[in-house]
């Protein structure tokens, strides 16, 4: 990694000008943060805005961070030190690694405290966070943990009859123990708590709301259940079925059913949900919210890896399991697989719809504290003729309504429009606009244009590949339309001609002078 490519303080970099000798804390709880997360790189000579200014005595300030990483930092962490040089001036970059022993602890000024990063600081850990960071050094996860509920006093007909129904085999209930759901010593698991008849984790809850509209408004159906991991999925596909519906098409000899949402799909989003939610986060749940267009799975808890999901290849998303017993257990009851094609199967069975169209791909969203599943409806245009943008738009919506909530004006978006109506890379665009950082561009444009679904990616599945291209929806192209038939012929035709080179302006003048001759 340049350090010339590094723009600002994130969460997988510091900088610091100068390393305090008299202060280690000010560096130190880095150290903590990075190797307590994903690892990342404290670069010592560098100013907080980014620009190289240089050390001095860059063998002193190496033993001097060996010799207090020893003194306060506890376990100690991987570290590499680094000596760059740049444009003549001396650089030290501190890498630090994701470490397996966790939490790591600044311990000094009689405190002992365990830093996480957010964003671009190091902060101490919540209660949540050192929790989280126990289990991982401790190499144990939430589910295999001992409770207290002795398997004499609980019932698991629910997961019996699961058994039974989805794979056509007799339940045993030795299973309870090959499966993890009891010790040897007769105690519930965390996993079979969660799939015990009687489940008492109160943090196993699902929320689910109808929406009147396409925004969280008036709901028109909610229900909220508790309890038993396998009666939530039922619920949950219950509630679906209940407040979606199956469009229709009519053929000579009957009709022939169009569903919104390819139920395997939403399946297999509310199993990943379940199944890789974070149940440490004690008053956490899951959301499931139904609009006219979408539908939003929403769980406490991010990737396990750390990463965020919306970064990532689908091809390239690792099977890391968060609660691997009752990944086990939904595997063994064919809910899900264990290759960590749940995302990917999601999209492939949302394809197979026959109304299915390219911007109306699965999106996943993720955060350290969430994830996110939006499914989109397939017959949401078809229900209402036309979704209620185009509606809106054919009968003179306006960009100042549309721009209004997503906090952009028509100027700042024209041009990305009329180029977007072909496929258009990011750096083209970027170049467009004169922009440099490319996260940036996109958190500003081409984001909130795609959730506005004004925008569409050629390669949905695959955000990040090196031949996405951008190009303007059918909702897009309505807008554009809309917003250039308000000016008269002549001034689109000034606009049109102030965008072309001189040559084309040349050929395009003398094409309208013929064409007056002739008249």
């Known amino acids: 990694m340049g350090i010339e490519n590094l723009i600002s303080e994130c969460t997988a970099y510091d900088f610091k000008l100068m390393l305090e000798e008299k202060r280690p804390k000010s560096w130190l709880k880095s150290i903590s943060a990075f190797a307590n997360g994903l690892g990342g790189s404290l670069f010592l000579g560098v100013s907080n805005d980014g620009i190289v200014q240089g050390l001095d005595g860059i063998q002193h300030v190496c033993e001097t961070i060996s010799s207090k990483i020893r003194d306060y930092i506890d376990p100690l962490p991987e570290v590499e030190m680094i000596p760059l040089r740049i444009n003549e001036l001396e650089v030290l970059q501190l890498?630090?690694?994701?470490?397996?022993?966790?939490?790591?602890?600044?311990?000094?000024?009689?405190?002992?405290?365990?830093?996480?990063r957010v964003g671009d600081e190091s902060i101490p850990a919540t209660a949540e966070q050192m929790v989280r960071l126990v289990l991982k050094g401790s190499?144990?996860?939430?589910?295999?943990?001992?409770?207290?509920?002795?398997?004499?006093?609980?019932?698991?007909?629910?997961?019996?009859?699961?058994?039974?129904?989805?794979?056509?085999?007799?339940?045993?209930?030795k299973y309870l123990l090959s499966f993890g759901l009891v010790t040897n010593?007769?105690?519930?698991?965390?996993?079979?708590?969660?799939?015990?008849?009687?489940?008492?984790?109160?943090?196993?809850?699902?929320?689910?709301?109808?929406?009147?509209?396409?925004?969280?408004?008036?709901?028109?159906?909610?229900?909220?259940?508790?309890?038993?991991?396998?009666?939530?999925?039922?619920?949950?596909?219950?509630?679906?079925?209940?407040?979606?519906?199956?469009?229709?098409e009519k053929l000579p000899n009957g009709r022939k059913n169009k569903p919104e949402y390819a139920e395997r799909a939403v399946l297999e989003a509310l199993v990943n949900h379940f199944i890789h939610r974070d149940y440490t986060v004690m008053g956490g749940e899951v959301h499931l919210d139904i609009y006219d267009n979408k539908l939003a799975i929403t769980s406490p808890g991010g990737m396990y890896s750390g990463k965020e999901v919306q970064n990532i290849p689908i091809d390239e998303i690792s099977?890391?399991?968060?609660?691997?017993?009752?990944?086990?257990v939904m595997a063994q009851l064919d809910y899900m697989e264990k290759r960590g094609s749940g995302l990917k199967r999601i999209c492939n069975e949302t394809k197979k719809l026959e109304s299915f169209k390219a911007d109306r791909m699965p999106v996943f969203k993720s955060t350290s504290s969430q994830f996110m599943t939006i499914i989109y409806s397939m017959e949401y245009e078809n229900r209402n003729t036309m979704n209620s943008l185009q509606v809106e738009t054919k009968m003179g919506l306006s960009w100042e309504q549309v721009g209004t909530k997503l906090g952009l004006s028509w100027e700042e978006v024209e041009k990305l429009f009329v180029t977007l109506q072909l496929p258009t890379s990011i750096s083209d665009l970027k170049i467009l606009y004169g922009w440099s950082n490319t996260s940036k561009f996109k958190a500003k444009y081409v984001t909130p244009?795609?959730?506005?679904?004004?925008?569409?990616?050629?390669?949905?599945?695959?955000?990040?590949?090196?031949n996405q291209r951008y190009l303007l929806t059918e909702n897009g192209k309505l807008l554009l339309a809309n917003e250039n038939s308000k000016t008269d012929a002549e001034e689109n035709i000034n606009r049109l001609i102030g965008k072309l080179s001189e040559e084309e302006r040349n050929i395009a003048l003398k094409l309208l002078q013929k064409g007056a001759n002739t008249e």
């Open 95 to 116: 890498k630090v690694h994701c470490g397996n022993y966790t939490p790591y602890y600044y311990v000094g000024d009689g405190q002992r405290i365990a830093f996480v």
């Open 139 to 173: 190499n144990k996860t939430f589910d295999s943990l001992h409770t207290n509920y002795n398997v004499k006093d609980n019932s698991f007909s629910i997961l019996a009859n699961s058994f039974k129904q989805r794979t056509g085999q007799e339940w045993n209930k």
């Open 185 to 248: 010593e007769g105690h519930l698991t965390n996993a079979g708590a969660l799939f015990a008849d009687d489940c008492n984790l109160s943090q196993s809850r699902l929320y689910c709301t109808r929406w009147n509209g396409i925004e969280k408004d008036d709901a028109i159906n909610d229900a909220e259940f508790k309890g038993n991991i396998l009666l939530l999925l039922r619920e949950s596909m219950n509630f679906v079925k209940a407040n979606t519906r199956k469009g229709w």
């Open 319 to 328: 099977s890391d399991r968060r609660n691997p017993i009752l990944a086990d």
């Open 449 to 466: 244009l795609i959730e506005a679904q004004l925008v569409c990616m050629t390669h949905p599945d695959k955000p990040t590949s090196p």
